[in-house]
């Protein structure tokens, strides 16, 4: 392994913060570049890890000493058809840039989620979700082609209808096959910059449960906040949000909401103070008292008849990106940062599986200060994470005295969630090991995975944190 330039060597971190590594970062911005990096790593005999805007929780794109393939710089439109609602981008293009490109022509990304800055690269190679995955499925779904760079520098096109195994192993693949170099996809029509939001709050996880199977037919996005601290009758207690698209002809303001001026999130409270402070004052409360009170004053609030509305419009962005409210709000975690653990459970186990869960945490003294509920739909893509049933999502706070026995919390509730048929998603993952890994895809896709490796990837160029941690 020879000796890169010193000055390409950069520290990369998972978005979480937890766990970081040294690698040789590269951003090229042309084809030839990315050939380039490619013939580099043969001659000083290293792995490459791509890397986009870097927001996976985890060791999806971090490789130690590896060379980085940041496309960042590779953010380009290349093609826009306002009549048909097709887009081509190159794979740095991030969702920000998509949606304030096309919304005030009357479109919206068909699947984004909770933050606005993940590259569509990174996006197809997590093939991530949203809110809507229960009617609208994940983003590969909208996908029309994309073209991707082997490691040999051959460069292939894909439809789900021709190279139809290579459409569906690279999305979902986690950058196991190649680089994306454009992709094309089709867009959601939308007749308002507009949202009709319906809030509830529930007592309970049961109740959470009821209202969804009610309110799921007749909703277009739907999605719950879940307090984990709360037990006892009080147990997965919730605000539930639900969301839906205007009528074409309903919104007659239609041009004044669609402008991107009436989509951004404001940068401040009441117009006074900054939202990028506002992490130093959630600080103090980044623990199990302090975010008891937080879950607390939310239910509270969300019962007041003057904040909390049980129906009222909301922007598409507003309603979307709730992770960007804040800025820096990972931060408030402290320096050990963050992990995310999402389990997806098929509906007739999933709620004997998150009480179990919430439970877990709790006797552990660990538990969730973040949760996110959602419903979703199986698709037909080789890696995918998702099921008929549920999902919960559980952010915790790393600290080195709670490292080790956070992990073996997970590993516990990994050995719960596969004994119920359920799945996880490489994007939020931190803390999977092998045998979760073969158990949660199966030996046939595991095998199907070897396979395609040594058919695209035959020198095992391509090599992630998460590759190494997961085989």
Not at 264 to 286: A, C, N, Q, R
Not at 355 to 369: L, T
């Amino acid at each position: 392994m020879s000796v890169l330039p010193i000055d390409h060597l950069e520290l990369t971190e998972g978005w979480g913060g937890s766990v970081s590594a040294f690698g040789y970062v590269y951003r090229p911005n042309t084809i030839q570049g990315l050939r380039e990096v490619f013939d580099l790593a043969r001659q000083s005999n290293r792995h490459i890890t791509f890397r986009g805007s870097a927001r996976s929780y985890g060791d999806a794109a971090i490789g130690a000493e590896n060379i980085i393939l940041d496309t960042s710089r590779m953010n380009r439109i290349l093609n826009w058809d306002p009549v048909s609602g097709i887009i081509t981008v190159e794979p740095g293009v991030t969702i920000e840039q998509i949606w304030q490109y096309i919304i005030e022509d009357g479109w919206w990304p068909p699947v984004v989620p909770g933050t606005m800055y993940p590259t569509i690269g990174g996006c197809l190679g997590m093939n991530i979700h949203g809110k809507n995955n229960f009617k609208a499925g994940p983003i590969g779904d909208h996908v029309l082609s994309f073209d991707i760079m082997l490691p040999s520098g051959e460069i292939k096109t894909a439809t789900p209808d021709t190279d139809s195994e290579l459409f569906y192993s690279a999305i979902s693949g986690f950058g196991m096959f190649g680089v994306f170099t454009s992709i094309t996809m089709k867009m959601k029509k939308v007749h308002s910059g507009l949202l009709h939001v319906k809030a509830w709050t529930t007592k309970n996880l049961h109740e959470l449960f009821e209202i969804y199977e009610k309110h799921i037919p007749s909703s277009d996005y739907l999605v719950g906040w879940v307090d984990c601290i709360s037990s006892e009758e009080k147990l997965g207690r919730s605000i539930i949000h639900q969301a839906n698209y205007f009528a074409d002809g309903e919104d007659h303001n239609t041009a004044q909401t669609l402008r991107v001026s009436k989509q951004m999130l404001p940068d401040s409270i009441l117009g006074i103070f900054p939202k990028s402070l506002v992490w130093i004052l959630l600080y103090p409360f980044t623990n199990n008292l302090g975010m008891k009170f937080i879950n607390w004053l939310r239910i509270f609030v969300s019962k007041l008849p003057i904040i909390g509305k049980p129906m009222y419009e909301q922007s598409h962005a507003e309603f979307a990106f709730l992770l960007d409210y804040v800025p820096g709000w990972k931060k408030s975690y402290g320096k050990g940062g963050l992990i995310q653990y999402q389990s997806f459970v098929p509906k007739e186990h999933a709620e004997k599986v998150f009480r179990k869960q919430i439970e877990m945490c709790q006797e552990a003294g660990m538990p969730s200060y973040l949760g996110v509920f959602k419903q979703h739909k199986p698709d037909k893509f080789l890696f995918t994470h998702a099921v008929d049933g549920f999902s919960l999502a559980l952010d915790f706070k790393v600290t080195p005295q709670n490292r080790e026995k956070l992990w073996d919390l997970c590993y516990k509730m990994n050995d719960l969630v596969l004994a119920n048929g359920g799945r996880f998603y490489f994007a939020k993952d931190a803390t999977l090991r092998p045998q979760d890994f073969r158990a949660f895809l199966g030996e046939e896709t595991v095998k199907k995975f070897q396979e395609l490796k040594k058919k695209y990837d035959p020198e095992n160029i391509i090599q992630t944190e998460l590759l190494r941690r997961l085989t």
